[in-house]
């Protein structure tokens, strides 16, 4: 494995959550980071990163990579018709293989933006860990689980999913559990996933008040919110990782506070699908751990973090009337170094000696950027991704001035192109 010598950058790192840029030298060592030099005749490749911001790779909390076909497929439509009519007919064809492509696929966009990092909820064994593997990209891979038992119903998933975790678990693929949602899993289920991923020292994450259908549906069958109820089974805790949390009512955001379970904001697939704007301003107030998603393609249109940055952002200035809301600081935190409370590692996120050198190169002198008059603005307001000159993950460039190394673009877009064309004829039938 090479090392590196990385000279004349401007290195972005967290101190106590607060942003620091400092011009300094970063050694790649086996993957790690360090700031000084282990021994002195180690050899090096030095690598001049002038005129380039150094900073944590950006982790995309919650995404369904294999999804990436379904771009564009099924848009301004309402949220039912979107996921049961259109979305779900198209699963339901996919072959097995094609999601492999089809990863691949969103994983192209991720590294093309600056993402190093992804939590996936995924339904095709294996093939989400296997294109995570093939690429370089780190990745927690959950495996979406629906039904009533885990161990009738849902055990070929549940145990597919354990099958997953003992092939490929590493330090870069990790793996946890995804029930789907509180509409598509029984209570029963919900706490039988609870209990594996406590007994496997699993992570779980689930979709959870992403629209006012969901909320209203379980205020009529239990009597309560769909975080007062998760709270009650005993599903919240802080191995819990929320995504969406739109529809917060009463004291909702205080059950997630004090269970300590992360929430994973998703703004530009809520706003799209029309399920409304979560209130991220009050989750900082109440100081839960925020952190960014895309969710996948086919309700954002992008895996590009961020175009969801700026739009975090903005929306929030906007329907809050309140051009303090959501600062530049707080959102490159939630893109980056919130991510290792989330996900209970504190070697991602961040640029500190001993972390995983998942890092990217930014282009100051991007037309986009330039002047660079405050850089921690110009990545939430001024970015668009293209300013992403190369990406390193575990100490490996998998993009390099532009070139993907890990990735060969013709043969993905051929898959992926010939896989669709099967799908439309079978959903046609
Ligand atoms: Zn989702």
Same mark, same amino acid.
């Given at each position: 494995m090479t090392d590196y010598k990385i000279i004349n950058g401007t290195v972005l790192s967290f101190q106590e959550g607060a942003p620091v840029l400092e011009q300094k030298t970063l050694y790649i060592e086996d993957g790690r980071i360090a700031f000084f030099p282990a021994h002195e005749d180690r050899t090096y490749e030095t690598v001049d990163a002038s005129r380039r911001l150094i900073m944590p790779g950006l982790v995309n909390m919650h995404t369904h990579a294999y999804m990436t076909l379904m771009r564009n497929y099924a848009d301004d439509v309402p949220f039912q018709e979107w996921l049961f009519n259109r979305v779900m007919p198209v699963e339901d064809h996919l072959p097995t293989e094609a999601a492999y492509w089809t990863s691949m696929?969103?994983?192209?966009?991720m590294i093309r933006t600056g993402t190093t990092t992804f939590v996936d909820m995924h339904m095709y064994h $294996?093939?989400?860990a296997l294109a995570a593997r093939d690429t370089g990209m780190r990745a927690f891979i959950g495996r979406g689980l629906v039904g009533e038992d885990l161990y009738k119903d849902g055990y070929s998933r549940f145990s597919q999913a354990l099958e997953e975790k003992e092939e490929f678990e590493s330090g870069r693929l990790r793996f946890i559990l995804s029930p789907h949602a509180i509409y598509s899993c029984s209570e029963k289920l919900l706490c039988q996933v609870a209990e594996e991923a406590r007994k496997h020292h699993m992570l779980k994450q689930t979709h959870l008040s992403e629209s006012v259908t969901e909320v209203e549906d379980c205020l009529k069958q239990h009597g309560k919110t769909p975080v007062r109820y998760l709270q009650d089974i005993g599903f919240l805790d802080s191995e819990t990782i929320l995504a969406h949390c739109v529809q917060m009512q009463g004291d909702d955001l205080d059950i997630i506070r004090a269970s300590g379970a992360s929430i994973v904001t998703n703004v530009a697939s809520n706003a799209k699908l029309g399920n409304g704007i979560a209130p991220v301003p009050a989750m900082q107030?109440?100081?839960?751990?925020?952190?960014?998603?895309?969710?996948?393609?086919a309700s954002n249109n992008t895996l590009n973090m961020l175009r969801e940055m700026n739009l975090l952002s903005l929306i929030h200035k906007g329907a809050g009337r309140d051009c303090m809301a959501m600062p530049s600081d707080y959102i490159v935190r939630a893109a980056t170094y919130n991510?290792?409370?989330?996900?209970?590692?504190?070697?991602i996120g961040n640029i500190t000696e001993g972390a995983c050198a998942d890092i990217i190169f930014v282009d100051l002198d991007a037309p986009s950027l330039f002047p660079n008059n405050n850089i921690i603005s110009s990545l939430c307001y001024s970015a668009n991704g293209s300013e992403v000159d190369s990406v390193m993950i575990d100490? $490996?460039?998998?993009?390099?001035?532009g070139e993907l190394l890990t990735i060969d673009k013709e043969r993905v877009y051929h898959e992926?192109?010939?896989?669709?064309d099967h799908v439309k004829k079978e959903t046609a039938q």
């Open positions: 696929l969103g994983m192209m966009e $294996r093939q989400s107030a109440k100081g839960i751990n925020v952190c960014i998603g895309t969710d996948g393609t991510a290792s409370a989330a996900l209970h590692d504190q070697q100490g $490996r460039f998998v993009m390099r001035k992926v192109e010939k896989y669709f």
